[in-house]
């Protein structure tokens, strides 16, 4: 596989997480990529508009102005999603 930029390879990480986990918060997603979460905030700003990947937060309205909440995956903007995880869905590839 080509070596990505890691700038390339933290958005990927991040979709990544996202598409695997369940209902994933912003520290859940950081801590299963290891990246901090102010900049997991500003890679899904880049990822919404470079790859029209729409990513939604969902506020939990049982909390306190609706402050946490989970994102998810709502659709794969400019990515294949087949594509994408066959190459970039495992962490061990």
Do not use: C
């Not at 933290?10 to 520290?27: E, F, G, N, V």
């Not at 729409?54 to 909440?69: C, Q, V």
């Amino acid at each position: 596989m080509t070596s990505l930029s890691r700038d390339t390879q933290r958005k990927y990480d991040i979709i990544r997480a996202i598409d695997h986990m369940d209902r994933p918060s912003l520290q859940d997603i950081s801590e299963a990529t290891g990246i901090p979460a102010g900049t997991v905030k500003r890679q899904l700003t880049s990822i919404r508009e470079e790859f029209k990947v729409k990513i939604l937060f969902i506020r939990d309205p049982s909390s306190p102005e609706g402050a946490m909440g989970y994102y998810s995956l709502e659709g794969w903007g400019i990515l294949d999603p087949n594509s994408f995880r066959e190459h970039f869905g495992d962490r061990s590839s």
